[in-house]
């Protein structure tokens, strides 16, 4: 999951995106903070599907759940946003550590079905709980501090949250309970005749990507200054999944490079043709029949020749 190249990699594009907000152009602001959020989002997942092997199809849920926490917080209740971000991720990890305590009895395609109507159950909650969410209309008007308010001074908080969670991410991946994570991802018979308490650890990973994905929820619904049900719906999940597939799922930055390159194809298509969504699918399919392990196993295959 982590090795010297891919930390080179981190560090040189946390480096580029350090100059971005010096190149002068607001749309390159926006586009890369849109990018980090989603970066973070799509990494939270790969701690459960690249990780720990355990697919989530509802992950969307936790990242709704954080932006809506969040919303409130600073909102309805005026809390200040260190308090609120921090009460966002509280809560988006004790849902799933609810949701996911009857998730990891299951293996496979149930714990992933099990995940979707859980996700489901969310979106309906977010739906029709309308005097704290807002209904189908979305909770609008965030309340941003201040010093947030200009797009430059929240790419450069953006920037700070999640290189702050990307290297907690990878302490995880490089730790003890990172490798435990990885060995019931290979075997988890052969695991738990280790000692190793399977369901306690994928339990424990659930809460951690949950976390994770609140804390992008919380970035998200400062970002677009509101939090709408359909971010727990399960084409958001189904999203987050490609982005993850795309990048490659069994290494650390597979998640950043697919959701960079998912959302930038997304972009691009829709300024060219109202069918972009068709397009962006097709050159989908090509990408993952091309190559199966990913971008990053592509720059594997790249690098032997090379290094031969």
Sequence with gaps: MTSRPQLVFLLAAFALLAVVPFLGARYLVELATQVMIFSLFALSLNVLAGQTGSVSFGHAAFLSIGGYACAYFLTRLGWPLAVSMAGAVI?????????????VRLNAIYFSMLTLAFSMLVWAVETKWRSVTGGDDGFVGVDVPA??????????F??????????????????AM??????????PTRASFLGMNVKRMRLAA??????FAGLAGCLLAMYVRGMYPQTAFWTQSGQVIIMVLLGGIHSFIGPILGAAVLYLLE????QYTEYW?????????????AFPEGLV????????????
């Design 91 to 103: 809560v988006s990890a004790a849902a799933a550590l609810l949701i996911g305590a009857l998730c």
């Design 297 to 308: 196993g592509v720059f594997h295959k790249l690098r032997t020749p090379l290094r031969s």
């Design 277 to 289: 969504s068709f397009v962006m699918g097709l050159i989908l399919l090509g990408i993952v029949m």
């Design 206 to 211: 659930f809460v951690i990507a949950g976390a």
């Design 178 to 187: 990172g490798q435990a994570l990885v060995a019931i991802r290979e075997n």
């Design 158 to 175: 953006t920037l700070a949250v999640c290189s702050l969670s990307v290297a907690a991410l990878w302490i995880l991946s490089a730790s």
């Design 147 to 156: 010093y947030l308010a200009n797009p430059y001074s929240f790419f450069w």
């Design 267 to 270: 972009v691009t298509t829709e």
